[in-house]
């Protein structure tokens, strides 16, 4: 499969507000290259150098902040590169000042085998929680006792567990996960929550994304786990707007729902939570940045749940919900 690399051109001041957009439309992974770092390394006196190529130092010169995005070259990811074009529109529109800059979006076509490779020398083995330990496949693992094993590579999708959001996730699954319980993985990604719940002791988890690409990337990671067919079901389709697929999933069969979306996907989503959801389940929703809390809160106390547990990591926060029966939190 190929991606496509686009590149939206802001300024220092324009990163934020041009990630959280992105966000907003469920692109969570970008590479960001800042002009105002290039030019703090350049004024910095204490470091020296014998010799510097004249071609890099005229890029750090003239470096324009740079956010990098990869999306797969299918109609999902046309789709959500027409989304990010749109909202930069509307936010150059606004920006009548010129504080973010020229905002534009450039593309250029990657092969899988190149983003595979310009990731590994970045994505090494690490612990996850006090019982997962997540590698890529082509690394070995010494030392991790007793955890468990969770293989992933970054070339298949953006969840590879390095995210704060998704490490918020996994740890919240393994304080939440029982054995023998039933796990939905709503917006399952690269699998990788899906895979982690069955290795926590989930009898069974149901997978499913909007993304068709990602529907089958789940099933191989699951499969590259030695997961078996029984275990798990995938399903391509959007919840929120398609009753036959909310049937077909199964109505109140879940002991844990975990959704590591973002924040205006789980307000979509939260009149449906509690129908897939047992008695006495538990909901688990990630991807939320910090200013969004509110928002995503009062959403689900609306649908009569109530928070058990917060958790956050630079900025980013997760929470734990169950169906409280006398109403939701104030």
């Known amino acids: 499969m190929d991606w496509t690399k686009a590149s939206i051109y802001t300024t220092t001041a324009g990163v ?20 105002q770092d290039f030019q703090d390394f350049l004024r910095d006196t204490t470091i020296h150098w014998d010799y510097v190529e004249e071609d890099l130092m005229n890029k750090m010169e003239h470096c324009e902040t740079c956010v990098k995005i990869y999306l797969p070259n299918n109609a999902q990811g046309h789709q959500m590169l027409l989304d990010a074009r749109d909202a930069l529109g509307r936010l150059k529109a606004s920006d009548t000042e010129n504080t973010f800059g020229r905002l534009a979006l450039e593309c250029e076509g990657i092969r899988e085998e190149d983003w ?56 919240a699954l393994e304080k939440t996960v029982q054995p023998l319980d039933k796990v939905l993985d709503l917006g399952c990604g690269s699998g990788i929550l899906s895979i982690a719940a069955l290795l926590l002791g989930a009898k069974e988890i149901t997978g499913v994304d909007i993304d068709e690409n990602s529907v089958k990337i789940a099933e191989e990671n699951l499969r590259q786990n030695h997961m078996e ?19 077909k999933i199964g109505l109140h069969t879940y002991d844990v729902v975990a959704a590591n979306i973002v924040a205006d996907v789980i307000i979509g989503m939260s009149p449906y939570f509690s129908d897939f959801l047992k008695q006495d389940g538990t909901l688990l929703v990630s991807g939320i940045i910090a200013n969004r809390r509110e928002d995503v809160l009062q959403a689900l106390y609306r649908q009569g749940f109530t928070m058990t547990a917060e958790h956050e990591k630079e900025d980013w926060m997760a929470f734990t919900f169950r169906l409280s029966h006398e109403g939701g939190n104030p």
Not at 229 to 247: K, M, N, P, V, W
């Open 16 to 35: 934020e507000p041009v990630c959280g957009l992105l966000m907003e439309i469920g692109i969570t992974g970008f590479e960001i290259e800042d002009a």
């Open 116 to 171: 595979a490779n310009n990731w590994k020398q970045y994505f090494k083995p690490f612990p996850i929680g006090e019982r997962l330990y997540i590698k890529p496949t082509w690394e070995k693992v010494e030392g991790a006792g007793t955890r468990k094993i969770l293989e992933i590579d970054p070339s298949s999708s953006f969840g590879t567990g390095q995210h704060n959001t998704t490490r918020l996730c996994l740890e």
């Open 229 to 247: 067919s029984r275990q798990f079901s995938l399903y391509c389709g959007d919840i929120a707007t398609d009753s036959d697929l909310r049937e």
